[in-house]
């Protein structure tokens, strides 16, 4: 088999062998772009020695791919990293002049360190600017916003250090709204018409109150230029950042640049970023963007550390059109954007690491491709987010997603960027960990896609409305299962209009069959909001947390304006729009998802939007709270069951030893329903 070699002391005049290797990747892959140029016999492979590699992106086409017989594979032999940072030098650093102490607090004024960037030949188009993040911000609406690349990052020992900031920690909450801006969907009236909203631009921001405890601290602040908040202006699950255009101490209200898209609440959690005057805590930092005079306040010692700034707005894997390619083995870090970004078919990810970039880990789109045995942590967005498959014909994708440690994810963006998000036709998902990250573990959409034997835990930490799984919004997306999954430990520090859920089938989704999964210390394991086919069957709950209301919660559909073709009340025919998007009236999808078209001919308002040929069955429920269902009247009506979930005060009844660590090994579940399934408990998680 043709191998080629590539190592930090070798020469790109060298013939690539072990004994004389290439010394860049991308030599390798010349040589391997002309054994595919004649045809490949038999299958090829890049093996890079260990070693740190700068670079700026490895770009791969049509021309790098291999095939069935012969595929081509790049992997590490040892720990190999691939950096779009670079390293700052402890020597470079130097102490502040009495200016800059002046402004910063007493403990800060001998431990901030200093270092001029232009040392290192940078520019400001290296380090960027800052962007406007959150899922639901509004930053495109303004003609001067950045929102891609994002600015750059700095990592201390591998650590992600927090731009200055106050609090330090957590969130501070607004008090009364002063002037709401010009908003989609103002407080207290009806949303604007989707053409209207699109047609605004460079909106009227918000006025909001800020606490006086804040207000004292502002005052200290020698300039407000530059100042950024980020927050939750009014819903847990709408994440936002905007630049402050001032803040007035006299009156104590704070100006942003950019509205709220949902308007703004009293009360609403955020906090400032960006303040020379708040780095005052060890792993704070501050960019004079100007003068590209970096600030640091060192966790540890300065001489011994590696510090890295990311620099690359590329991805550190561009794939393009490629088939039947492996990357295996490397660690990825220190770019600005996503670190893979591949379309194409067969292409494995298989034993990485991908750390400390300020995107998401892997986007990938295509069939039989496969994300395996990875470390994935510390991203600014999410984990692997994958797509494939035709909906229109069913096709499924091939995908799959499997024994991935995927935590400390969403570090940037803090809303809708999970661990896993998958679309398109039959992914599967199976023994990934994930968590540590302040949304969603997993996102689905698109139909047939199995999840199982995952582990889910400490997700959705700061949100609201929200759950470790979750899809909605899409009455097509049918066929999904989820089974023999362990949610544990989920509960949020934010304040809880709704709530948080293991599992959340939202706003009328359709066909959706949670079974066998267990649910413990969770502050509610469902909710079924609207809907059709959703099977929750044969589920364990275990333990309620001390902000649980519920075990499960069914109700109907909240929008139904939203079911009407044309829309009502400025409501966007959101439904409509996803139907169009799939040929749900051909013979194909009437033989596969029957109820789509019956469903149709019901009236939005009065019966579209309860819940129909729903079951919640079999579940044992073990010191928890109720089932809570919210439309009785017309529960069997839609064809809905409801039966056999028994409810249990005691653990030890059903055969589960009290502790913190969760044993089910000598359980009592037949003797209590005699059809439940087992549940492989032991199976659950990261294979072995």
Not at 174 to 197: N, S
Not at 223 to 237: I, L
Not at 636 to 645: S, T
Request: aromatic share 10%; charged share 25%; hydrophobic share 35%.
């Amino acid at each position: 088999m043709p191998r080629f070699y590539v190592a930090k002391n070798g020469s790109d005049l060298n013939c690539g062998t072990k004994e004389n290797p290439f010394e860049t990747v991308e030599k390798a892959q010349s040589e391997v772009r002309k054994l595919i140029e004649k045809g490949l016999e038999e299958p090829v492979s890049v093996v890079v020695g260990a070693g740190e590699y700068k670079t700026d992106g490895l770009v791969f086409t049509e021309k790098d791919s291999g095939t069935a017989d012969c595929p081509v594979t790049y992997e590490a032999d040892g720990e190999v990293i691939l950096n779009g940072g670079i390293t700052l030098s402890a020597c470079d650093f130097e102490a502040l002049d009495d200016a800059e102490k002046e402004r910063l607090y007493d403990d800060a004024k001998e431990n901030v360190v200093k270092v001029d960037l232009k040392k290192y030949g940078l520019t400001r188009a290296d380090w960027g600017e800052i962007s406007a993040v959150g899922s639901h911000g509004t930053a495109h609406k303004y003609d001067d916003a950045v929102i891609r690349p994002m600015s750059c990052e700095l990592f201390f020992n591998d650590e992600r250090m927090n731009v200055a900031r106050y609090p330090n920690a957590g969130y501070i909450h607004t008090e009364e709204p002063v002037r709401e801006g010009v908003c989609l969907e103002p407080t207290g009236q009806i949303r604007r018409k989707a053409e209207e909203w699109e047609a605004i631009r460079n909106p009227l921001g918000d006025i909001r109150k800020i606490d006086a405890e804040t207000n004292e601290r502002v005052k200290k602040w020698k300039t407000q230029e530059n100042v950024w908040e980020f927050g939750y202006p009014k819903y847990g699950w709408a994440d936002e950042s905007s630049p402050v255009v001032s803040i007035n101490t006299e009156t104590r209200e704070m100006e942003t640049k950019y509205v709220s898209i949902f308007g703004i609440k009293e009360h609403a959690p955020y906090y400032f970023f960006n303040v020379f005057e708040e780095l005052d805590v060890p792993g704070e930092w501050f960019l004079d963007r100007e003068n590209g005079i970096l600030y640091l306040y060192p966790t540890s010692d300065l001489e011994t550390a590696k510090i890295i700034l990311s620099i690359t707005s590329k991805n550190l894997i561009k794939m393009e059109n490629v088939d039947h390619l492996t990357v295996k083995g490397f660690t990825f870090m220190g770019t600005r954007t996503d670190a893979i970004d591949a379309v194409g078919n067969n292409i494995t990810i298989d034993g990485c690491e991908i750390k400390n970039v300020s995107g998401w880990a892997a986007k990938i789109s295509g069939m039989n491709c496969c994300v395996k045995n990875c470390s994935i942590h510390h991203t600014g967005e999410g984990g692997v987010k994958i797509t494939g498959g035709d909906r229109a014909t069913l096709t499924p994708s091939g995908n799959v997603v499997t024994n991935n440690h995927i935590y400390s994810i969403a570090k940037i963006y803090q809303t809708y960027r999970p661990g896993v998000d998958i679309d398109g036709v039959s992914c599967v998902v199976s023994h990934n960990c994930i968590h540590d990250s302040a949304h969603q573990a997993m996102m689905f959409h698109g139909n047939d896609h199995i999840i199982e034997y995952n582990e889910m835990y400490d997700v959705c930490q700061v949100a609201d409305d929200s759950s470790a799984i979750y899809s909605g919004r899409d009455y097509t997306v049918c066929g999904n299962v989820i089974r023999y999954n362990y949610f544990h430990d989920m509960k949020s520090d934010a304040d809880n209009h709704i709530g948080i859920f293991g599992m959340y089938c939202d706003d009328n989704l359709g066909a959706c069959t949670t079974f066998g999964n267990v649910f413990y210390r969770c502050q509610s394991a469902l909710l079924l909001h609207g809907g059709h086919d959703q099977v929750f069957k044969n589920n364990l709950i275990i333990d309620a947390c001390p902000k649980s209301q519920f075990s499960i919660r069914f109700h109907p559909y909240g929008y139904w304006q939203t079911l009407v073709k044309g829309g009502k009340d400025n409501q966007v025919d959101h439904h409509w729009l996803c139907l169009d998007k799939v040929p749900w009236e051909s013979d194909l999808w009437r033989e596969r998802y029957p109820h789509i078209a019956e469903y149709l001919t019901w009236d939005p308002e009065h019966e579209q939007r309860y819940p129909h040929y729903c079951e919640i069955s079999n579940n044992i429920i073990i010191n928890h709270k109720p089932i809570d269902i919210l439309f009785a009247a017309n529960l069997y009506h839609f064809k809905n069951i409801v039966k056999n979930n028994i409810e249990f005060a005691d653990r030890c009844f059903v055969g589960i030893p009290d502790g913190d660590k969760l044993d089910l090994s000598n359980n009592r579940f037949k003797e209590i329903i005699p059809d439940f399934e087992d549940i492989p408990f032991e199976k659950m998680g990261l294979l072995k």
